[in-house]
């Protein structure tokens, strides 16, 4: 599907060492990662677990979170959503 209109899966790449600010989402997600390792920390989550290769991870609609590679390699992950992508900065509190 067309990410910017509905459902989709889309593949996504992160540099090594990079993580997204915080944000949320108007609706959930699944992912999974396919090369690297990543985090997926919610607000309020000081330690969150590694996701390596074949980890999988959900995001519901409106949580804070950030998504990290972690990894001195790139990451890569596949992402599904039941509607449009959106990305809405927020604030851990």
């Known amino acids: 599907g067309d990410r910017t209109v509905g459902a989709h899966g889309t593949f996504g790449r992160f540099p090594p060492n ?7 989402h108007s609706h959930s997600y699944h992912a999974i990662v396919l090369q690297g390792e990543m985090t997926n920390p919610f607000m309020g989550e000081g330690n969150p677990p590694i996701l390596r290769p074949g980890s999988y991870w959900f995001v519901s609609a409106g949580s804070v979170h950030t998504t990290a590679c972690v990894s001195d390699v790139p990451c890569e992950f596949y992402l599904h959503y039941d509607a449009a992508f959106d990305f809405q900065p927020a604030e851990f509190e």
């Open 18 to 24: 990079f993580e997204t600010p915080p944000h949320v």
